[in-house]
């Protein structure tokens, strides 16, 4: 197995040259500042070992750096690979899968996105997926990634007319595809708006709690006053009550 160290910036041409090169079986791209956990290849190596038609085996991972905690990775869903990919570049892949579909597509319609062009593509020619349930590396969250270019969106739109273009299966399969986007969609939606009902609440929570304690520091601050009069009241009782010579 070849473990490739990657990096942001021409990271897929990086590794496009290094799998080209690489006389393993097995494939596991590794970017320069992710930390792969010590059990990750053997587990990934035996079902490879075992099932001949899994391709592709991926694991959850946990985040560090601006981020911290871990991601849960889903199962393998065809439908949901086409609405986006959640499939990290680290993940253990046979060099037959990656010869079968020619690596990487290094045009300009997915930079940022290869991985997720070549995980359509190796779906697309029949190969099973599959999600290990446990941490198997740690992803560094640092600014400045590719991802945030593909985030732009006209760039983003491009991207999908390329891929759609591309594989067959987004035109073969478009009205379920579009109902689960449609779905996601009313989800975030819902969401979205629970969201702000609960941050209102805790607002007005806020303002409740701002006002009592306003009224609590008037209170404070008059019991502070009534102390001190008494205090002025008490000596000059005092020094009223003492005897003078």
């Not at 379920?176 to 979205?192: D, G, M, Q, S, V």
């Amino acid at each position: 197995m070849a473990g490739l160290p990657a990096g942001e910036q021409g990271s897929f041409r990086r590794s496009q040259r290094g799998i080209a090169l690489a006389r393993g079986e097995y494939i596991l791209p590794l970017d320069a500042d992710n930390c792969i956990r010590s059990d990750y290849p053997l587990a990934a190596i035996e079902l490879l070992e075992t099932v001949s038609d899994i391709g592709v085996v991926y694991g959850d991972c946990e985040l560090i750096g601006r981020q911290k905690g871990r991601r849960h990775v889903p199962d393998f869903d065809l439908h949901r690979l086409h609405l986006g990919n959640y499939i990290d570049t680290c993940a253990v892949f046979r060099r037959q899968v990656w010869a079968e579909v020619g690596g990487f597509d290094e045009g300009r319609s997915v930079m940022g996105n290869e991985d997720w062009d070549f995980w359509l593509s190796v779906a697309g020619r029949g190969w099973r997926f599959h999600h290990i349930p446990r941490v198997m590396f740690d992803y560094r969250v640092r600014t400045g990634s590719m991802t945030t270019i593909g985030a732009i969106p006209d760039t983003y739109e491009s991207l999908i007319r390329y891929l759609n273009a591309k594989h067959r299966y987004f035109g073969d399969h478009y009205s379920e595809i579009a109902a689960r986007l449609h779905r996601a969609i009313l989800e975030y939606r819902n969401n979205f708006n629970e969201a702000k009902r609960y941050a209102r609440s805790l607002k007005r929570a806020l303002s409740v709690r701002e006002k009592q304690f306003l009224e609590a520091e008037r209170y404070a601050k008059s019991l502070e006053d009534a102390l001190a009069a008494a205090e002025m009241e008490c000596s000059r009782l005092k020094e009223t009550l003492t005897p003078h010579s």
